[in-house]
């Protein structure tokens, strides 16, 4: 399986953001060390890793520390060594969020304009782990279920919402 690893930080100037390298990782407490050590002052890491155009797991560090995962899919923990990894050890599927605007009535033409869902996803972990930076679990998860939508897709829609979006496309063009 291919994957790529980029890790946002966001410091006393702001974000930034840098590939990470996973290979020969050997348990989650590896990779942790890696983001850490990517910026060591940083108040916020994150970890995007999108693998096979078909997964994105997110890991957060708040000042270096009290790690936070969310998968799209648990899939990927049965598909792969990295995905059992980084999922394995979730004990609890993310609970089923209903949006707020379900319980209104809503008319033929709005349900013609929503993106197509995919049903068969799993997401696992901590959908909330990007709201208070702008990213509500309720969104994140919609968007990690819209037929279609690729990781990086996934990566730059969020980067985008967070206010990193600049940083993780200059790192693509790289």
């Known amino acids: 399986m291919s994957h790529f690893a980029a890790a946002v930080t966001r410091g006393a100037e702001g974000w930034a953001a840098a590939e990470l390298d996973l290979s020969g990782v050997a348990d989650i407490e590896e990779i942790t060390d890696r983001l850490r050590d990517t910026d060591p002052e940083a108040a916020v890491s994150l970890l995007f890793i999108e693998s096979d155009d078909a997964y994105l797991v997110i890991l957060r ?3 270096g520390e009290d790690l936070r995962v969310f998968g799209s899919d648990q899939v990927f923990a049965e598909e792969s060594r990295l995905g059992a990894i980084l999922l394995g050890d979730l004990e609890e599927q993310v609970p089923e969020i209903i949006d707020a ?3 209104e009535s809503e008319d033929d033409d709005e349900e013609d304009e929503r993106p197509k ?6 997401p696992a972990g901590d959908p909330e782990l990007l709201a208070d930076l702008g990213m509500p679990g309720g969104r994140l998860l919609e968007l ?3 037929e279609g939508m690729l990781p990086a897709d996934l990566t730059a829609e ?9 940083e993780i496309e200059e790192l693509r063009e790289v």
């Not at 869902?117 to 799993?122: Q, S």
Request: glycine share 8%.
């Open 158 to 166: 969020i980067c985008q919402a967070i206010g990193a979006g600049d």
């Open 101 to 103: 605007d379900d319980d």
């Open 117 to 122: 869902v995919e049903a068969d996803i799993e």
């Open 144 to 146: 990690c279920a819209q």
């Open 61 to 63: 560090l708040d000042e």
